[in-house]
């Protein structure tokens, strides 16, 4: 859910236009790794979420996800987490979940000839396609500030939204926007997707997009945006 895939051949050409040679690329929230697979060079991608982190960890490693996952395992697994291994509780809570929202639902869908779709086996095909993307990407598990991150880094942020299903804990939006702002002073190029932001950042990209919100399909459409501090150095003209 949120997935930045479908807007990355639009952000990426923004995000790193004045990447200089050597210069590292860093999210602090990289998710389904989405964009970070689309870059090259130095690379850094960091997750709050544990399961995720082992998931793409042990994919690195050459494991590979089974291509099926029956409701009933779906929901053991999601009742009994700690008696699972944790790559194996990553890959079922997101890659076989509605819109892939951790443990937000058993997948569940037919294709355009009305077949029952296998979520399980396609989440695990996409997998195995994307992980020879992330060879030398350095994958770390922190909370975003707690990361270590090289000077005068490219930093794309993919926050939970104000308003938005996001961390299990709660998000302290004030503490997040303070941080980028420590960040940009420092020297860092920080760039912020959201649909809204503090006065004192502007967006310098917005495309309006639909949302699948459940498993009954209902929509909601929002205007994606693209953040950098205002009068910062990263500053460009859409």
Not at 40 to 66: C, H, M, Q, T, V
Request: hydrophobic content about 35%; glycine content about 8%.
């Amino acid at each position: 859910m949120g997935s930045k895939n479908r807007h990355a051949k639009e952000l990426l050409p923004i995000i790193l236009k004045d990447r200089k040679e050597g210069q590292f690329y860093v999210e602090p929230f990289v998710g389904g790794f989405n964009m970070i697979d689309k870059v090259d060079g130095n690379r850094i991608a960091n997750d709050i979420n544990p399961y995720l982190i082992d998931l793409y960890k042990f994919l690195s490693l050459g494991w590979e996800p089974p291509p099926t996952i029956s409701e009933k395992e779906y929901n053991e697994i999601k009742n009994d987490m700690q008696n699972f291994p944790s790559h194996y509780v990553g890959f079922v809570g997101f890659g076989c979940s509605f819109a892939g929202k951790f443990f937000g639902g058993y997948a569940r869908s037919n294709d355009a000839k009305g077949n029952p779709r296998n979520h399980c086996d396609e989440s695990r095909r996409n997998l195995l396609k994307q992980i020879s993307k992330l060879s030398c990407v350095a994958i770390f598990n922190f909370d975003y500030w707690r990361l270590e991150i090289p000077a005068e880094s490219i930093i794309y942020c993919d926050p939970p939204y104000v308003g938005v299903t996001g961390y299990k804990n709660k998000f302290n939006h004030d503490d997040f926007w303070n941080w980028v702002r420590n960040l940009s002073k420092m020297g860092h190029s920080v760039f912020i997707s959201e649909y809204e932001a503090p006065a004192d950042f502007e967006a310098i990209w917005e495309k309006k997009i639909i949302n699948t919100l459940d498993s009954q399909k209902s929509k909601k459409t929002n205007t994606e945006k693209l953040f950098v501090i205002r009068g910062g150095k990263n500053l460009m003209s859409n």
